[in-house]
């Protein structure tokens, strides 16, 4: 055999696939033939190379992506099923709107938002009382800054939104700066296909304590005390330092005369950042998202704006890299206990034992996906830090 | 008499039990993703061919028979789907790669997982693996394709043929011109070893 004769047999020849008769002639030009010899070098080299590629992890959005597009669909199955048994209720993929919507209403609180939060009292009032609430807008009027922007923030180019938590912020309201209160959500926006669903299906038979709709306590909790630090760890003192990981936020509550004109002024003027405002009645709370490299920049700017109104910002910084390396060995410990499990059941006879292992099976997948969700959320709340203002009504001194 | 796992799972979710057909995507998300990804090179359409092909299975599991596994029968969708919309791309002329080095503070994005290499040698992965991503989409897709299946997911050449519909021969000869193109491009980008020699090629040049 000779080289243009041996040369297409080269890659079954690496792979072992060749039959008997072709490996041998193969072989025995491969001993005399140090062209075709490097040739077989280079193709595992090259073989070497595509393998080396990583295995990619599938994005934490893809979950609920697939089961906003599986809802949209019509079950074919339980159509068929329907048509055929003459049944009325049958399972769909629409009993899966709920945790993807837990799962974005998880976002929202994990990124340390919902501690800001007005109590829904305030920000919700009844439609007819809503009026009595907005404070008179004449009062101290004068005291307000004007309409001419200080110099140094007038020539800002690009307005950027930064999505935060995977939802789109809403972008700051229009010239004039009235916040159009029907339309404000309160406190951000979960992923509009995921509640679209509604909320009045049943909830999904994932189990008896159904994770998705109890999310572990991850977000910061109380108030001002920021990020809640689960104090759980096994192993202290082996543990090398972490990087630190800062999460940070600054707040303040400033008291105007009416929130809804003054919210609007200052969003227009801090629009180079994403800005959301949210409230009803007389509270207005507008949330800056600043990347995290931004944050000391959007500070000083945000104080300079309040200087006029006599408030500053409080600054608060949380490390919260524990709490991520917390999560990642909750993540590993999770996905070690699902292919053992999984591992397990292929060879699983029993079908009882089968059936058994399916629902532990189905419990850990679950928590892996919190687990993940956890981690995500708290990469986006390192990488993008939040400036709360709640405008009240009051008197101004 | 005792069934595999995906079994039991597809014969559930044909009688229309969505916890098993979400255990079934479970089982299955990653391979089916990291095909996708392999195939079109950027986390975007990834997703989108892998969650259309779900959305494929789910709609036809009716029409799975077992005649091969499940893990088959799915690859083949996903297969199907990366093609479908390969072949639009190509017919629009848009072929891009995540711009994964690119990205700001030191952020490398998901394609380095090694978080055990120094930022220097993470980043010369990253590179290399873009190199290597890019070459491996510059081959048409039914080579594209076969060379995933095999190098990424470890087929074997019957698995191929059976997953793709194609016959043993072309298997092995879509397989064998598609990694001599790559050896090729790799040579030509010097990633292989320089102590391989190769005789120039005659006749019409490795192109696919």
């Known amino acids: 055999m000779n080289c243009d004769g041996v040369r297409p047999l080269l890659s079954a020849y690496i792979d072992q696939e060749l039959s008997g008769g072709e490996l041998l002639r193969v072989e025995q030009h491969l001993r005399r033939c140090h062209w075709c010899a490097a040739e077989v070098d280079a193709l595992r080299q090259t073989v070497a190379l595509v393998a080396s590629l990583d295995e990619v992890e599938v994005p934490a ?324 830090s939040v400036i709360v203002l709640t405008i009240k009504p009051g008197p101004t001194e | 008499m005792s069934k595999s796992l995906d079994e039991l799972l597809v014969e559930r979710a044909k009688r229309g039990d969505v916890e098993a057909f979400e255990q079934l995507i479970s089982q299955h998300e990653k391979t089916v993703y990291n095909i996708a990804y392999r195939l079109t090179g950027n986390h975007e359409d990834a997703s989108d061919i892998a969650q259309e092909a779900f959305i494929r299975a789910y709609s036809s599991l009716a029409d799975f028979r077992g005649d091969s596994s499940f893990a088959t029968w799915l690859y083949r969708i996903v297969n199907n789907a990366c093609l479908d919309e390969l072949r639009r791309r190509k017919r629009q002329k848009v072929t891009y790669l995540d711009q994964s080095v690119e990205m700001e503070d030191g952020e490398v994005s998901r394609q380095v997982a090694d978080t055990a290499d120094g930022p220097e040698q993470a980043l010369e992965r990253v590179e290399l693996q873009r190199a290597v991503q890019e070459s491996i989409l510059q081959l048409d897709e039914e080579y594209r394709v076969v060379l995933v299946m095999r190098e990424l997911q470890g087929y074997s050449y019957n698995e191929i043929a059976e997953a793709l519909h194609l016959n043993l021969g072309t298997v092995k000869s879509r397989l064998n011109r598609a990694r001599g193109a790559l050896k090729e491009k790799f040579m030509s980008l010097e990633l292989l070893s320089s102590s391989v020699v190769c005789r120039p090629r005659r006749g019409k040049a490795h192109e696919l």
């Open chain 1, 61 to 384: 959005t893809f979950r609920a992506q697939l089961h906003e597009r599986l809802v949209a669909q019509d079950p074919p199955i339980a159509r068929a099923r329907r048509a055929a048994q003459g049944r009325s209720r049958v399972p769909s993929f629409r009993r899966w709107a709920i945790p993807a919507a837990a799962a974005a209403a998880f976002v929202i609180g994990v990124a340390g938002l919902s501690r800001f939060a007005p109590p829904a009292a305030q920000v919700e009032p009844p439609p007819g009382e809503s009026v009595a609430v907005v404070p008179e807008p004449h009062v101290g009027m004068d005291e307000v800054p004007g309409q001419p922007l200080p110099p140094d923030t007038s020539d800002i180019a690009e307005p950027a939104h930064h999505p935060v938590n995977g939802s789109e912020v809403q972008p700051p309201s229009g010239p004039g700066g009235k916040v159009d209160q029907s339309d404000v959500p309160p406190t951000g926006q979960p992923e509009p296909g995921a509640v679209a669903a509604g909320p009045t299906d049943p909830p999904p038979a994932f189990g008896d304590e159904g994770p998705a709709t109890e999310p572990p306590p991850v977000g910061p909790t109380g108030s001002g005390t920021g990020v809640t630090t689960a104090s759980v760890s096994q192993e202290t003192g082996e543990q090398p330092p972490l990087p630190p990981q800062p999460q940070f936020s600054a707040m303040a509550e400033v008291t105007v005369a009416d929130p809804a004109a003054e919210a609007g002024r200052l969003a227009e003027r801090l629009s180079e950042w994403s800005v959301q405002q949210n409230g009803r009645g007389g509270t207005v709370e507008l949330q800056i998202f600043v990347p995290a490299e931004d944050f000391r920049e959007a500070v000083a700017r945000v104080d300079s704006e309040l200087a006029a109104y006599g408030f500053r910002l409080a600054v608060q910084e949380k490390d919260v890299a524990s709490q991520l390396a917390e999560t990642e060995e909750r993540i590993t410990e999770l996905e070690a206990a699902r292919d053992a499990l999984s591992a397990r059941l292929e060879g699983e006879a029993d079908q009882d034992r089968l059936e058994e292992g399916l629902q532990e099976l189905a419990k850990i997948r679950q928590q892996l996906d919190t687990e993940r969700t956890n981690y995500e959320n708290l990469r986006e709340a390192v990488e993008n």
